[in-house]
């Protein structure tokens, strides 16, 4: 067959992107684990409990019904926005309406959403350092150019705003935010939410603040729109993903001003459609659950991070025991280089993984993080693979 003369190539904004890191990770526990290694990842934040019953019931009763399958709207189903809009009034002590409240596949997809629709190519996105990586690749996606603000553990892992203030802000239109943190747990502060709206407000920069882990955990759910004068400036992300037992369902959502929710609309509408109906009225009837259920599901975590700080304290690995969230993260020690180091010596000797503090960016490098979406006997197993390695 003859060589064309002009060979296909991808497009430019693929040159600064690579696979995601977790895609390639687990591609290859997978073949470990196919040749017989048994290996146990407390890699990845997956809930591996189910939504509550109630909300599968719901999604079988719907999905039996001839009329359940055709299109549905870009912006969900009125419902699905009611109970989005209650469940913020209940929770987070904040008051939405509909044009307020844009229904997500997925939080994460919400990202790239939020990036085309206020991103022009040579603008520029703060990002955090570490913080997580679908920011970075958002914003490349969109053409813009990510650039990393540190937060740093002598500073809680919170902005150095001081750093911020002096730097050149000129062509920044966006900045990602996400308490509690991922991947350190920082949990959030009304003064934090504050500070970063009224920078936000002084620089005429968008914050964007990433809100999935605030039932995980934590005693205290907050949203940044609590903040008096917030939704000029801010948009909050928040998904049933975590919350509610629900990441592969995919149902998220987006909550700012309503010139800012049909903005992002414009996106969505072009790029995706409205989710399937009896997945947003299960996702509906979730949002209703009572708080018992939430405190249930708190309780696991609970059982299952004390075996992870047990983990950590076998590895020698320094950490905040104020985290919040479905992860641990701490401080690798001198023994090992990097969390890296660390990371692959323990897949390959005692066939635990957990993730790199690398991967989150450069102020991670010395870290870890243990995923506490594993069941109580797996965890056990791998303190005991670890004190065996140790």
Request: hydrophobic residues 40%; neutral net charge; aromatic residues 10%.
């Amino acid at each position: 067959m003859k060589t064309p003369s002009n060979p296909a190539r991808p497009a430019r904004r693929l040159d600064d992107i690579s696979e995601y890191y977790f895609s390639r990770k687990l591609a290859e526990i997978a073949a470990m684990n196919a040749s017989g290694a048994d290996v146990i990842s407390l890699g990845i934040g997956s809930p591996d409990n189910p939504p509550p019953r109630e909300v599968i019931d719901c999604l079988r009763e719907e999905a039996t019904r001839r009329d359940a399958h055709g299109y549905q709207p870009y912006a969900g189903t009125p419902g699905l926005r009611a109970a989005f809009s209650t469940w913020y009034a209940r929770h987070y002590r904040v008051t939405l309406d509909a044009t307020e409240i844009l229904p997500l596949i997925g939080s994460k997809e919400g990202i790239t959403h939020v990036s085309l629709a206020f991103l022009d190519p040579g603008d520029e996105a703060l990002v955090p350092d570490p913080g997580y990586p679908t920011y970075r690749s958002a914003s490349r996606l969109a053409g813009a150019i990510p650039v990393p603000y540190d937060l740093r553990e002598d500073h809680g892992w919170q902005p150095d705003w001081e750093a911020l203030e002096r730097a050149d802000l000129s062509r920044v239109k966006l900045m990602w935010a996400n308490y509690p943190n991922m991947p350190t747990g920082a949990p959030a502060t009304r003064e934090l939410f504050e500070r970063l709206v009224d920078f936000g407000r002084r620089h005429g920069i968008v914050i964007c603040h990433d809100n999935p882990y605030s039932f995980i955990l934590n005693e205290h759910p907050a949203s940044i729109l609590e903040v008096e004068g917030a939704r000029e400036w801010c948009i909050e992300l928040n998904s049933l993903s975590k919350s509610h037992n629900m990441p592969g369902w995919r149902v998220a959502m987006l909550a700012s001003n309503s010139r800012f929710v049909e903005w992002v609309l414009k996106v969505k509408s072009n790029v995706d459609s409205g989710q399937f109906r009896p997945v947003m009225l299960a996702a509906a009837r979730a949002l209703s659950v009572p708080d018992e259920w939430y405190a249930s599901n708190n309780r696991v975590y609970a059982a299952r991070r004390e075996i992870a700080e047990q983990i950590m304290t076998t590895l020698g690995c320094a950490f905040d025991p104020r985290q919040a969230g479905m992860f641990l993260w701490g401080r690798v020690p001198d023994r090992w280089n990097d969390g890296e180091e660390l990371s692959d010596e323990l897949l390959r000797r005692a066939r635990v993984f957990i993730t790199p503090g690398r991967v989150f960016g450069e102020n991670g490098r010395r870290h870890a993080r243990l995923s506490l979406c594993r069941e109580e006997e797996r965890l056990r197993e791998a303190l005991q693979r670890i004190v065996q390695f140790m």
